[in-house]
């Protein structure tokens, strides 16, 4: 039995609420629905029309959106709706039966190579969704949830390795230079991202030092507000503009008497000084300008 978790998630259209799940849904492209004869391929999708509120089901990798008739408000029907389809999936229930877009030749995949301002990480970003989570590799001892992590390590020249949403961040050793071995790093993960190789099974951390020092979303509902507070700026200012340069910063602590704030830096950004140095600096900034009297200083620790 599966052991699939889901949240739930508005949309800018009141009409759409998006149900997000812990595990991919389907390996193949996102599929629209409009009523139950176009569903005749989806198990959970036919489902769901026999609800009488259900206008429209989009089910992509990770996520199922509905968009309802105006009968109901979601608030009055979406936790049943959720359980409704957890009961499926728990249960084996298929979300699309794919066999014959399995049977067609692979689907294309483009990955392209970005620098970062850490000179020793390549950034490899795919044109799709490769994790549901976040996750750092620092060797290939720690790589039992990643088999591409595993078969990345293989190349000598890798040092570390970061997955998040849609890239791949590789920190390299001094011994080769990226323009020796760009192509040869871009080549192997499309071409095993096309293939559908298995990339990072969810639902847990992948190495022990972010185990014991880090989460890929953040429990808040034991921190106090101030921390709270540096948790949702951090994740609405700061790491959007950290994963575009293929790193990722997590929340550590935030001492109330002191008044500083602990962080850790992974991907691009870890070990590497100037970024080190910048991002504190940002962070600490503009932690200062919006929790006024609440900061006195940032400390950013490497992943």
């Known amino acids: 039995m599966s052991n699939y978790t889901v949240e739930i998630k508005p949309t800018n259209k009141p009409s759409i609420l998006k149900f997000e799940f812990n595990e991919f849904l389907t390996k193949q492209k996102g599929h629209e629905y409009h009523n139950i004869e176009e569903a005749a391929n989806s198990p959970i999708a036919s489902q769901l029309f026999y609800l009488p509120f259900v206008k429209t089901v989009y089910i992509s990798q990770n996520f199922i959106a509905i968009e309802r008739f105006n009968i109901v408000e979601w608030e009055d029907v979406q936790d049943e709706v959720a359980e409704q389809m957890l009961k499926h999936l728990n249960e084996g229930g298929k979300v699309v039966n794919e066999e014959e877009a399995k049977s067609t030749k692979k689907v294309p995949v483009t990955v392209y190579a970005e620098s970062t301002p850490n000179p020793s990480v390549m950034k490899?970003?795919?044109?799709?969704?490769?994790?549901?989570?976040?996750?750092?590799?620092?060797?290939?001892?720690?790589?039992?949830?990643?088999?591409?992590?595993?078969?990345?390590?293989?190349?000598?020249?890798?040092?570390?390795?970061?997955?998040?949403?849609?890239?791949?961040?590789?920190?390299?050793?001094?011994?080769?230079?990226?323009?020796?071995?760009?192509?040869?790093?871009?080549?192997?993960?499309?071409?095993?991202?096309?293939?559908?190789?298995?990339?990072?099974?969810?639902?847990?951390?992948?190495?022990?030092?972010?185990?014991?020092?880090?989460a890929p979303k953040i429990d808040t509902s034991n921190l106090d507000e101030v921390s709270k507070e540096i948790v949702q700026i951090l994740e609405e200012y700061v790491k959007p503009a950290v994963a575009s340069d293929g790193g990722n910063i997590v929340f550590k602590s935030y001492n109330k008497d002191s008044k500083d704030v602990e962080v850790i830096l992974q991907g691009a950004c870890s070990g590497c000084p100037s970024s080190t140095i910048t991002l504190k600096n940002g962070i600490e900034t503009m932690l200062k300008e919006m929790l006024q009297g609440k900061i006195n200083n940032v400390v950013a620790y490497n992943g």
Do not use: C
């Open 124 to 214: 490899f970003v795919a044109n799709k969704k490769l994790v549901l989570e976040s996750a750092e590799f620092k060797s290939i001892d720690e790589t039992e949830r990643s088999p591409l992590a595993e078969k990345l390590f293989h190349f000598p020249f890798v040092k570390e390795i970061f997955m998040d949403e849609n890239y791949i961040s590789i920190n390299k050793y001094d011994m080769a230079e990226w323009d020796m071995i760009t192509n040869e790093l871009r080549s192997f993960i499309k071409a095993y991202v096309e293939e559908g190789g298995p990339i990072l099974k969810t639902g847990s951390v992948s190495t022990k030092q972010t185990e014991e020092s880090s």
